[in-house]
T-cell receptor, first 112, second 112 residues
């Protein structure tokens, strides 16, 4: 069964304290792995898509990396506005619907 | 590109009532998805449309749920005889030629 596990469940950082979030997955053929940010009461906001092991994507203070079993979201020198829940999702290669299978998310709080 | 819009943003109803939500996808996107999310959980796939055709429906979805996408444009999700367990955030996402799904702000349903 396709599955996504994110860790830690919650993370509290001081402003400027870099860290990484983990997303491990099992899927019968990975089509793509996606990172989203979600603020309370809002829909997920797309961040990155990764397709193959070794791929990296960057956006401002965020960098996403992918291996054959897991993905990391690295946050460099975070600011309080980076506080949010970060969700990881995978798409399986099989089938044409491209539905997303989600982890439970990591709730990040950045203190000033 | 005006993004995905959903209406209403919030809905409070009494148990046993019917409710209908609307989703307007990004205009050129032919794929449309409905997900449901409860507090502390990742989104859960409900159903998928390609143009006007509903191609997949989750087995978790009871017969009280129905979705339509007439003419391949906007979509509606109806829940009949609502139950307290239906209380959740209902998310709509659309996708075009790439694998990425873009989400709307969601409709928060509270069943009293």
């Amino acid at each position: 069964e396709d599955q996504v596990t994110q860790s830690p469940e919650a993370l509290r950082l001081q402003e400027g304290e870099s860290s990484s979030l983990n997303c491990s997955y099992t899927v019968s053929g990975l089509r793509g792995l996606f990172w989203y940010r979600q603020d309370p009461g809002k829909g997920p906001e797309f961040l990155f898509t990764l397709y193959s092991a070794g791929e990296e994507k960057e956006k401002e203070r965020l960098k996403a990396t992918l291996t054959k079993k897991e993905s990391f979201l690295h946050i460099t020198a975070p600011k309080p506005e980076d506080s949010a829940t970060y969700l990881c999702a995978v798409q399986a290669r099989a089938g044409n619907n491209r539905k997303l299978i989600w982890g439970l998310g990591t709730s990040l709080a950045v203190n000033p | 590109d005006t993004g995905v819009s959903q209406n209403p943003r919030h809905k409070i109803t009494k148990r046993g009532q019917n409710v209908t939500f609307r989703c307007d996808p990004i205009s050129e996107h032919n794929r449309l998805y409905w997900y449901r999310q409860t507090l502390g959980q990742g989104p859960e796939f409900l159903t998928y449309f390609q143009n006007e055709a509903q191609l997949e429906k989750s087995r978790l979805l009871s017969d009280r749920f129905s979705a339509e996408r007439p003419k391949g444009s906007f979509s509606t999700l109806e829940i009949q005889r609502t139950e307290q367990g239906d209380s959740a955030m209902y998310l709509c996402a659309s996708g075009g030629t790439t694998d990425t799904q873009y989400f709307g702000p969601g409709t928060r349903l509270t069943v009293l």
